[in-house]
């Protein structure tokens, strides 16, 4: 199994034991899901039927994203305007990591980034801002979303802003 971890901040951020993809090779997309949490009681994402829920539900069960709760994201907030701000400076900070450590990379990177950048700004209201545990204001902002059929969340992160590290 693989974890990816930010390469700024250190912090935990998925892992592929989500289902995910690499969308034209500059940012990973993670699909995730709403389950249902009780102390004492672990639940893998498959369906419960509706009555089952709405039992959980009662006896102080809660509903959370999986891999927010599975890495300890942590909700922020942004406008277009802020969001702007931060996406220059993480960029900025992006483009020397990989000139450090990845220069054939960088050329492709500064090529295909301004697109997804550009894309988010587009469509900033539809996007939810979610830091690592550590809260680095540094360190990535992974970007919630859901696909087309309006019920399915995934998270986008940056490929050239996290590593890999085998478990």
């Keep these: 199994m693989l974890l990816y971890e930010d390469i700024i901040a250190g912090d935990e951020l998925f892992s592929d ?6 969308v034209d090779n500059i940012v990973y997309e993670v699909d995730c899901a709403m389950i249902t ?22 006896d102080g069960a809660v509903q959370v994203n ?36 990845n220069p ?7 090529k295909a980034a301004p697109a997804v950048v550009k894309k ?12 690592g545990e550590s809260m680095n204001v540094d360190g990535m902002v992974a970007l919630l979303n859901f696909r087309e059929d309006g019920t399915t969340p995934y998270f986008t992160f940056w490929k050239d802003g996290v590593k890999e590290r085998k478990l």
Aim: no cysteine; glycine share 4%.
């Design 17 to 22: 034991a989500f289902p995910m993809k690499l």
């Design 37 to 58: 949490i009780k102390d004492g009681e672990v639940d893998i994402g498959a369906n419960a039927s509706a009555e089952e829920a709405e039992e959980a539900l009662e």
């Design 104 to 110: 054939e990379r960088a050329a492709e990177f500064e």
């Design 120 to 131: 988010v700004l587009a469509n900033i209201k539809d996007y939810d801002f979610y830091t």
């Design 66 to 101: 999986n891999v927010i709760h599975s890495f300890r994201l942590t909700s922020t907030s942004f406008d277009k305007k802020s969001y702007t701000t931060h996406i220059k400076g993480y960029m900025k900070a992006l483009k020397a990591k990989i000139a450090e450590t």
